[in-house]
């Protein structure tokens, strides 16, 4: 018989956070009660194949982690929330699921941002996610597939994260998807793909459009689901070369007011009260204390706005700039029921295939199958902070001997955060504030 308890603490042991976001402690997730779990297998960024590997190789463990979730919590019904046109994933899916109760695959259209929590539960279940609200408020738990993953490894396996799925892309010689040991440095992945193929471009850990910019001493995270090679004179590393000061500049002098940002912006069309166009109207004039300036924090930064504005601005920057203030005021919005109904919504869902045009990357687009190969490396730096809440606090110190799956920094009780471990067999040989460094012996 499974423990609830047991499930919760397993799952907290082994630091599983939400691999596909901001890296949300799951044992969180699974100590509440709902009606539904969502599998998100939405993947709705361009160049990604990370969770398509992960189905095709590992779809029993997902469906077992899934399982384990909807114990947890009490939820009556699992859904697996895929594209349509993932097709051999959905084969995989329907073939195994048989052998699941309560379980069933909702298909999605291909637009982008398909797998944004508020839009894949009005996708599947209809209903809306108060504004500044989280999916529990509709009785709903959504996890990314590969966090569900991880949750079956830490309970049937009593395996911690220690290794990652990550799509290594773009302008690359090789593209591939495959598995790397946590802590390893970008330019030892950027290696295994045959280096970029481009001489001006930018690493981008994540997705080309809310991915962070990186460089090639930084390192995959529990939170890293690709590494992308991006081309000068594309979107993504165009608009990384703008500096803030310049977007507000080009904000007050440029922006037409022809709202495009805001009949296409996927929160608006939920319902919520974000008009981005407002929003670069309200900067243009100072009025910094305006409605809608506290409306940015409804802002999920998808970027849609800034791939079409025709003035090239970039209302997602003003947004993300006016939410840090914000939050340094201690300024937040009220959680709010959407009441407002947007009928013209299923029309201006924005195609994915012409967000990859609109990226400019349509050259450097090609599908990627997963790679098995053992990778061993000399070196790992694990943060110490690769979570939402607090960083883990070390209980090893220099020149200990760890072995691959060690704890080597907990979180405090009490603490939002997760566990650390480590990812591969060496000797602690560095110790700072915001990371452990293991060398391989």
């Known amino acids: 018989m499974i ?181 390893m440095k970008f330019n030892e992945l950027l290696d295994l793909s045959g280096g970029p193929i481009t001489k001006d471009f930018v690493l981008i850990d994540g997705g080309p459009m809310m991915g962070k910019e990186v460089g090639l001493d930084d390192i995959v995270t529990k939170t890293t689901s690709a590494l992308l090679v991006v081309p000068v004179n594309t979107l993504p590393y165009n608009s990384r070369r703008i500096k803030i000061d310049v977007q507000l500049k080009r904000a007050r002098t440029a922006c037409c007011q022809c709202r495009i940002c805001t009949d296409l912006c996927p929160r608006y069309l939920l319902g919520h009260k974000l008009e981005p166009h407002k929003i670069m109207r309200t900067v243009s004039f100072g009025l910094m204390d305006a409605e809608s300036v506290t409306n940015s924090l409804l802002c999920s930064e998808c970027g849609l706005c800034e791939v079409t504005c025709p003035m090239g601005l970039s209302p997602r ?75 883990a606090t070390p209980v090893v110190k220099l020149g200990d001997r760890v072995n691959k799956n060690d704890v080597i920094a907990k979180v405090q009780e009490g603490q939002l955060g997760a566990n650390i471990h480590a990812s591969i067999d060496g000797t602690v040989v560095k110790i700072d504030e915001t990371s452990i460094v293991i060398k391989s012996e």
Do not use: W
């Not at 195994?96 to 996708?123: C, R």
């Not at 195609?351 to 053992?374: F, M, N």
């Not at 790992?380 to 809440?389: P, Y």
């Open 3 to 183: 423990n609830n308890n047991e499930i919760i603490e397993q799952v907290k042991n082994a630091g599983v956070v939400g691999a596909g976001g901001a890296g949300f402690p799951a044992h969180i997730k699974l100590n509440s009660k709902c009606d539904v779990v969502i599998a998100n297998f939405a993947e709705c960024e361009p160049m990604l194949f990370t969770n398509q590997a992960l189905i095709l190789t590992y779809a029993d463990e997902v469906l077992k982690g899934l399982q384990l979730a909807m114990q947890a919590t009490g939820a009556k019904k699992g859904v697996i929330a895929l594209k349509k046109k993932y097709e051999d994933c959905r084969k995989v899916l329907l073939d195994k699921i048989k052998n699941y109760d309560n379980m069933e695959i909702f298909e999605l259209s291909d637009f982008y941002p398909a797998g944004d929590e508020h839009v894949i539960v009005n996708e599947v279940l209809g209903k809306k996610i108060p504004m500044a609200g989280i999916p529990l408020d509709v009785g709903v738990v959504v996890h990314n597939v590969e966090t569900l993953f991880n949750i079956k490894k830490a309970y049937y396996d009593k395996l911690p994260v220690t290794e990652k799925f990550v799509t290594v892309g773009g302008a690359v010689k090789y593209p591939m998807a495959l598995k790397v040991p946590i802590g």
């Open 317 to 391: 920057s003003i947004n993300a700039t006016i939410k840090k203030i914000l939050s340094e005021k201690k300024v937040r919005y009220n959680k709010t029921s959407v009441e407002v109904e947007r009928p013209e919504r299923e029309s201006r869902k924005f195609s994915a295939k012409k967000l990859l045009i609109r990226l400019g990357l349509s050259d450097y687009y090609q599908h990627v199958d997963y790679t098995d190969i053992k990778i061993k490396i000399r070196e790992v730096k694990l943060l110490l902070k690769q979570h939402a809440g607090s960083p």
